[in-house]
């Protein structure tokens, strides 16, 4: 049987609509070379949407998404349009109506990019970060009480259900062991959060008693943070909460290097509805435009949703040709110290592709 997978392309805003491209022009090499076929449908959706409709995306948006197998996605926000609208009119309710409640992030130190952490190589700094993307935190629940007046007080209730929070820790673990040093590491701070974090940590204590191959600890967040900076190799999964994963998987791809080459995904590891991947960077409107955007961060983004597909040999052979291109001194773009534009980049990682 033929493997087809149906994907829908939003590439937005900004450099989404520069960097999607090169990703598709690598994916389709993948295909080629690995046997397997993908149908796209290609959405426009994006701040222009907006300024011409009033809608990120159209009312039946969700639906046409729906039976899509997977969603690649470029960067939306755009100046003009504020960035809680392009983001509640399109993202989020994307990540909540498909329960995409695993945020990954791989941090890795690629050849060639330059870590703002003095010394470190390659092979001290790769690690996931597994943020839960659905309660916590941000939750709606709460509000403003007595407002303009003596007594006015706010409130905001973290939000933690045991089925959340065993569903991230859960995937953290599994993911663990399908890697080397099968690590995980739980950021909390149970110290002064003193109802949700102690929660999170008994749950934690309990899926690591059914994982006893995978080794485990756990830090407060403000440590944490430090520990990244300055033991990056401590690190092999790191799970934390909406905020706390918010926190560190923007952190853990800064150590790791340029924005430009960071990926994440949105999975519902179900696979109930489609995941969706893209890159860790915005829009970009100071560079958009020039085509000297870099694109390996929406590349390494089509590799995760191959992984995702079930297609691994190509997503390790994509992910080893971002590889093979850096160290062996291939195209790059400014960002990364070079003067290649974006599509000779992604011309570049597409042939390595191709090579059987
Ligand atoms: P940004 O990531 O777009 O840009 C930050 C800086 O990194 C800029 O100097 C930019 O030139 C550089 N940069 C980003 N991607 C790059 C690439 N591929 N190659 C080379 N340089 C790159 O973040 P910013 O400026 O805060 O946000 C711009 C817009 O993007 C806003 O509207 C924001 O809301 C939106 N945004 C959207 C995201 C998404 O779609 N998930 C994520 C982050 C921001
Ligand atoms: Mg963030």
């Given at each position: 049987m033929a493997r087809n997978y149906r994907i829908a392309v939003i590439p937005g805003d900004g450099i989404g609509k520069e960097t999607v491209p090169e990703g598709l022009r690598v994916l389709d090499a993948a295909a080629t070379r690995f046997g397997f076929s993908l149908k796209l449908d290609h959405y426009d959706w994006s701040c222009e949407t907006y300024q011409k409709t009033?809608?990120?995306?159209?009312?039946d948006g969700l639906d046409r998404l729906r039976e899509s197998d997977s969603i690649f996605l470029g960067a939306v926000g755009w100046p003009g349009v504020p960035d809680h609208v392009s983001l509640w009119g399109l993202l989020i309710p994307i990540r909540r109506s498909f329960d995409q409640y695993v945020n990954l992030r791989p941090c890795r130190l690629m050849p060639g990019a330059r870590t703002p952490?003095?010394?470190?190589?390659?092979?001290d700094i790769d690690f996931y970060v597994v943020r839960e993307n659905t309660e916590g935190e941000y939750s709606s629940s709460g509000g403003r009480h007595f407002?303009?007046?003596?007594?006015e007080f706010v409130s905001q209730l973290t939000v933690m259900t045991r089925h959340g929070v065993d569903r991230i820790l859960r995937y953290a673990f599994e993911l663990a062991r399908t890697r080397p040093r099968r690590h995980v590491t739980s950021a909390t701070k149970s110290n002064g959060i003193t109802f949700t974090m102690p929660y999170w940590d008994e749950r934690f204590a309990l899926m690591a008693q059914q994982y006893p191959d995978v080794s485990t600890a756990q830090y407060h967040i403000d440590i944490l943070c430090a520990h990244f900076v300055q033991?990056?190799?401590?690190?092999?999964v790191v799970v934390g909460s909406n905020l706390f994963g918010d926190i560190l998987s923007d952190l853990g791809p800064a150590v790791a290097g340029s924005i430009g080459i960071a990926p994440s995904a949105n999975i519902n590891?179900?696979?109930v509805h489609p995941s969706m991947f893209e890159p860790?960077?915005?829009?970009?409107p100071d560079i958009?435009?020039?085509?000297?955007?870099?694109p390996i961060g929406q590349v390494w983004s089509g590799a995760m949703m191959l992984e995702h597909l079930g297609e691994k040999a190509a997503a390790d052979a994509i992910v080893a040709a971002i590889e093979t291109l850096l160290r062996e001194g291939g195209p790059r773009t400014r960002d990364m110290g070079g003067q290649a534009g974006t599509a000779e980049v992604g011309r570049a990682l597409a042939e390595i592709v191709a090579r059987a």
């Open positions: 009033g809608a990120m995306m159209p009312p952490l003095a010394g470190r190589t390659e092979a407002e303009g007046t003596e007594r033991h990056p190799d401590w690190f092999d590891p179900e696979r860790v960077h915005g829009s970009a958009a435009g020039r085509h000297v955007c870099n």
